[in-house]
């Protein structure tokens, strides 16, 4: 069966400083994935997407970058954090194949910039 | 990108039927409507997903209007683990992704 990890769990970061997480999908090989970004009592905004690796595609401009290293390996990066990426950040895989399959969440990480 | 309508909140007791409403007006014909639910603090879950037709699985059944413009997320036995954030969705195939457009959903309390 497939699985998704992330880590952190939880994460408190000063203004400024650099920001590294990572997520891995096991038992599946080439899968769709994504990062996604929920502000506090808001529903979720997609960041970045990767069909392969070496391949992503940025949803929304901000200071924050993503990279897929290995096929089932997505990372989440900034250089300097800003107050305003505080929030809860979420991994997710697709299959793919038709737009009938779901897409798996990780358990996310609760990043918190002060 | 086409976007839903849904109630902020809805209460309903344990063991009685809840019906979800959502309102996807703009969708496209090849747009599917998926249903996925938040707990806290935890990733969201697939509940269950439609085109045309009325779905059914072990969670819920997903009624869909006839002209596609509104479909309704139906639990039939509410019980206390139910208690989450449910999103109406819609699934479309871009640049060969699937892109999941998330809007602030429905928050369903239970009550014993």
């Known amino acids: 069966s497939q699985t998704i990890h992330q880590w952190p769990a939880t994460l408190v970061q000063p203004v400024g400083s650099p920001l590294s997480l990572e997520c891995t999908v096991e038992g599946t090989s080439n899968p769709n994935l994504y990062w996604y970004r929920q502000a506090a009592g808001r529903g979720l905004q997609l960041l970045f997407y990767?069909?392969?690796?070496?391949?992503i595609s940025s949803e929304v401009p901000q200071n924050l970058s993503a990279s897929r290293p290995q096929d089932r390996q997505f990372i989440l990066s900034s250089k300097k954090l800003l107050l305003s990426d505080s929030g809860f950040y979420l991994c997710a895989w697709w299959p793919g194949g038709g737009q009938g399959n779901e897409q798996f969440f990780g358990p996310g990480t609760r990043l918190t910039v002060l | 990108d086409a976007k839903t309508t849904q109630p902020n909140s809805m209460e309903s007791n344990e063991e009685e039927p809840v019906h979800l409403p959502c309102n996807h007006s703009t969708i496209s014909g090849t747009d599917y409507i998926h249903w996925y639910r938040q707990l806290p603090s935890q990733g969201p879950e697939y509940v269950i997903h439609g085109l045309t037709s009325n779905v059914n699985n072990r969670m819920a059944s997903l009624a869909i209007a006839e002209d596609r413009k509104s479909s309704t997320l139906i639990l039939h036995r509410a019980t206390l683990r139910d208690a989450a954030v449910y999103y109406c969705i819609l699934s479309k195939i871009s640049g060969g992704y699937n892109k999941l457009i998330f809007g602030a959903g429905t928050r369903l309390a239970v009550h014993p």
């Open positions: 990767s069909v392969g690796i070496g391949q």
